[in-house]
């Protein structure tokens, strides 16, 4: 049961994200339009790998996350030795499959991890980091860039996220191809918890 707890907080913190950054993605001359970009993406599929590590215990799982505006299902395989996990949003809320497990559903993501853990984490928060920019709406501190421009190190609602590589990820747009740079490897830390989301692979629809 502990280690479907410790994979439940890892998952939802998931709503956070390797691959070598590529010396092809060019400098960001402008900071607030690669925010707006970035904050204007809704959907996207990326396919990697989680680990979670805290001072009793530590793992990994394979994740699919599939985002669809306010929609998503994400899909951990092999995650602690315990199976399968999908965690996906309901008319409802949000709910937690496991097999062998009965559901779990809660009216929000943050009530889940609550209910099953007693964990508290902003994780509409998360979905705007995995992204590789700040959230709106509480203070935030970039205390580095990369020498493209881009986000090193945050701080934000008590945690500190390092992004360690970029990927150069293309869409396809209505004006013809264009390219972001999305997060390949973050690692997120508070206190005694280390969260590490490596990127295989990003996949943005056409717009």
């Given at each position: 049961?502990?280690?479907?707890?410790?994979?439940l907080g890892?998952?939802?913190?998931?709503?956070?994200?390797?691959?070598a950054?590529?010396?092809?993605?060019?400098?960001?001359e402008n900071?607030?339009?690669h925010?707006?970009?970035?904050?204007?993406?809704?959907?996207?599929?990326?396919?990697?790998k989680?680990?979670?590590?805290v001072?009793?215990?530590?793992?990994?799982?394979?994740?699919?996350?599939?985002?669809?505006?306010?929609?998503?299902?994400?899909?951990?395989?092999?995650?602690?030795?315990?199976?399968r996990?999908?965690?996906?949003?309901?008319?409802?809320?949000?709910?937690?499959?496991?097999?062998g497990?009965?559901?779990?559903?809660a009216?929000?993501?943050?009530?889940?991890?609550?209910?099953?853990?007693?964990?508290?984490?902003?994780?509409?928060?998360?979905?705007?980091?995995?992204?590789?920019?700040?959230a709106?709406?509480?203070?935030?501190?970039?205390?580095?860039?990369?020498?493209?421009?881009?986000?090193?190190?945050?701080?934000?609602?008590?945690?500190?996220?390092?992004?360690?590589?970029?990927?150069r990820?293309?869409?396809?747009t209505?004006?013809?191809l264009?390219?972001?740079p999305?997060?390949?490897?973050?690692?997120?830390?508070r206190?005694?918890?280390?969260?590490?989301?490596?990127?295989?692979?990003?996949?943005?629809?056409?717009?």
């Amino acid at each position: 049961m502990r280690h479907w707890r410790l994979l439940l907080g890892a998952a939802i913190v998931a709503l956070a994200a390797g691959c070598a950054q590529q010396p092809s993605i060019e400098p960001v001359e402008n900071w607030d339009a690669h925010r707006a970009a970035a904050s204007a993406l809704h959907s996207w599929t990326l396919s990697g790998k989680l680990g979670v590590r805290v001072p009793d215990d530590s793992g990994s799982a394979r994740l699919r996350w599939k985002q669809q505006q306010e929609e998503y299902r994400i899909d951990l395989s092999g995650p602690f030795g315990q199976g399968r996990v999908i965690i996906d949003t309901t008319e409802s809320g949000v709910r937690l499959r496991q097999g062998g497990e009965p559901p779990l559903e809660a009216s929000s993501a943050e009530d889940l991890l609550w209910q099953a853990t007693g964990w508290r984490l902003p994780v509409e928060d998360l979905t705007y980091w995995v992204r590789g920019i700040p959230a709106p709406g509480s203070d935030h501190v970039i205390a580095a860039r990369t020498e493209n421009g881009l986000v090193r190190q945050l701080e934000q609602s008590g945690w500190t996220l390092h992004y360690e590589e970029y990927q150069r990820v293309e869409q396809t747009t209505r004006r013809g191809l264009r390219t972001l740079p999305l997060p390949g490897r973050i690692v997120a830390e508070r206190g005694d918890t280390r969260l590490t989301l490596i990127v295989y692979d990003w996949s943005l629809p056409n717009s």
